[in-house]
């Protein structure tokens, strides 16, 4: 089993509010990613980072920032939240340093965002 | 540009027997990694199966094989004798070019019923 965690698992909140989804792993993986996916959509990814202090935009366009102090840490936060952003958010991570591109990607149980 | 095709919104299977979930992918890349993963209604992602583009045979795991078929650009996932609790999207994914990140396809929907 992969040990990557995600917290909160659900949350309802207001417009306006700043949100940070947590995300940590405990595999010493380097890798670590961010996707959006609408319910029975295809998963988009929105942030990666290949190590500490790296973080890089994916291919959905999104409002979240995030940050990557320690390797086994990656939130993501939502400075004021819109109805817009209401999705599910699925953490990954992949790969210990060194170990090539085959490695697959280990997912936490995501968190259901719902903006009101 | 890279694609993940997966053309079967949803799939019924009898218990007990065996699917096929086509994918089809696009890539200029002659190196490139294929993945599938399972979804089940409560949302984590599960990884499944993987195949290089340079390996010569095909992949198992368990109940899980992947049917490559390099020169149509196929890597469709097939499940023998399917169990109720295989219900769930199975997602079929690329690795592109010499990055880590993935590209998935749209889904397909699998029920098994009893």
Redesign the interface.
Known sequence: E?DIYQTPRYLVIGTGKKITLECSQTMGHD?M?WYQQDP??????IH?S?GVNSTEK??LSSESTVSRIRTEHFPLTLESARPSHTS?Y?C?S??LPGQG??????????T?LSIL | AQKITQTQPGMFVQEKEAVTLDCTYDTSDPSYGLFWYKQPSSGEMIFLIYQGSYDQQNATEGRYSLNFQKARKSANLVISASQLGDSAMYFCAMRRDSSYKLIFGSGTRLLVRP
Do not use: C, I, V
């Open positions: 992969a890798k990613y029975g959509m295809e998963l988009h990814l990666y290949y994916g291919d599910q699925l990954a992949s790969g591109t085959n490695q697959p990607q280990h997912f936490g149980d995501g259901r």
